[in-house]
């Protein structure tokens, strides 16, 4: 595994991991070694960013639970890297290398050669391109340019919960909305910290540069916020921002021994907060073809089959959610008319998502 960074991290930030993600886990072993970080969240509370009012709710408890066979777990992204890290060093035949920034792959009959930026070579018989949204390697298979700005740009960071504020919702997922923003925020770490995440589209967004969704701008778009909206905002991290992009979904996902997984082949906006989850089935489906076929190439191919037109679904699906969640005037009344008589136990709509199974 080479991983360009010096040493392998990830941001302060939280990470929702739906039912099929779970089920991914277990699959790869270490649901259990997740447990001591998780937070098992009673329920997804949608409530209007400006009233404070309900929107709808998606039970998240027993039944939900015994429904999909795995629980929906929210943590820290650093305690998550750090189990499946030590389940990778556990592993003999896992060799993990830090700042090699792989910059091109060569291959040949024999295998494949991924040429480091430091000079160093690694030879194989096959390479999966791990390499996030802005993959470098995506353009030997695909290249489709740039990734597509959303004009979206998103704030997050941690506060421990001993810092909170009264009326801090501990036991949900709790999604604020409004007209072109949200927030969203809930607990990780097992408990210790309080996650959230200010989005908001900025007016000022301009392809060509970096001067827009300034903090100025965060102020000024959440100031139609409820006063416990207005509580999180206060608390928000100010010194970093994430500008919000994606892809059109695309069916070639390999070229020879080489395939891309992950947000190098599907990146999505995280509306459905789904690109971790679809990234670690993706996992599960490639080690099972690559179990199943003598040539990686091959097993590619049935991999790519298994997983590409899920991942389109996800990710055309979490644009029309952003849609839906940052409409406003008639269609935001319209959605929450259509929305009010839903019962919090209601699975169907998600069933498609969470539902997944390794062999289905
Ligand atoms: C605000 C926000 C909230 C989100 N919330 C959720 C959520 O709740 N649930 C969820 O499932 N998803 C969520 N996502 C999406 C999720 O973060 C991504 O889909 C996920 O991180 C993608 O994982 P990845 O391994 O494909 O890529 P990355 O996490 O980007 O990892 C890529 C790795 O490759 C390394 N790398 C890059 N180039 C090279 C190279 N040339 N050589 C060697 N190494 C290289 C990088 O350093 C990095 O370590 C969210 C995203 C955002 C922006």
Redesign the pocket.
């Known amino acids: 595994m080479?991983?360009?960074?010096p040493q392998f991290g990830e941001i302060g930030a939280?990470?929702?991991?739906a039912p099929n993600?779970s089920h991914a886990l277990a699959s790869l072993g270490v649901l259990d070694a997740i447990a001591p970080y998780a937070v098992y969240p009673r329920r997804l509370l949608w409530r209007d960013a400006r009233s404070g009012a309900r929107v709808t709710a998606l039970d998240l408890g027993e039944r939900f639970r015994a429904h999909f066979g795995h629980p929906y777990v929210v943590m820290h992204r650093g305690d998550l890297l750090d189990v499946l890290l030590a389940a990778a060093r556990a592993e003999p035949r896992i060799v993990l290398e830090v700042t090699?920034?792989?910059?091109d792959v060569l291959e040949d009959d024999r295998g494949v050669r991924a040429v480091c930026a430091d000079g160093t070579t690694f030879a194989g018989s096959a390479i999966v391109a791990?390499?996030?949204?802005?993959?470098?390697?995506r353009t030997l298979v695909h290249d489709d340019g740039e990734p597509i700005p959303a004009q979206y740009v998103?704030y997050?960071g941690t506060i421990p919960v001993a810092e909170l504020w009264e009326g801090a919702g501990l036991e949900d997922v709790t999604l604020w909305t409004a007209p072109g923003l949200h927030f969203v925020q809930y607990p990780i770490r097992g408990g210790m910290l309080f996650n959230q995440?200010a989005?908001f589209r900025s007016d000022r967004f301009r392809a060509d540069g970096d001067d827009w969704g300034l903090p100025d701008e965060l102020d000024a778009h959440f100031a139609v916020g409820c006063e416990a909206v207005q509580a999180g905002i206060a608390r928000i991290r100010r010194d970093r921002r994430?500008t919000?992009y994606d892809r059109e979904p695309i069916a070639q996902w390999s070229r020879g021994r080489m395939a891309l997984?992950?947000?190098?082949a599907h990146?999505?906006l995280?509306y459905l907060?789904?690109?971790?989850?679809?990234?670690l089935e993706d996992a599960v489906v490639l080690a099972d073809a690559l179990a199943a076929y003598d040539d990686p190439a091959d097993a590619f191919v049935a991999y790519r089959d298994r997983r590409y037109l899920r991942t389109a679904r996800v990710q055309y699906s979490a644009r029309l959610f952003g849609e839906i969640w940052h409409c406003g005037d008639v269609g935001a009344t319209l959605r929450d008319a259509m929305l009010a008589p839903r019962a919090d136990d209601d699975f169907a709509h998600v069933e498609w998502l969470y539902g997944w199974r390794r062999s289905g």
């Open positions: 080479l991983e360009k960074a939280g990470l929702q991991l993600a090699r920034e792989v910059v791990a390499d996030g949204l802005w993959s470098r390697l998103a997050r995440v989005v994430w919000m997984l992950g947000d190098a990146p999505m995280q907060a789904q690109g971790a989850c679809q990234a």
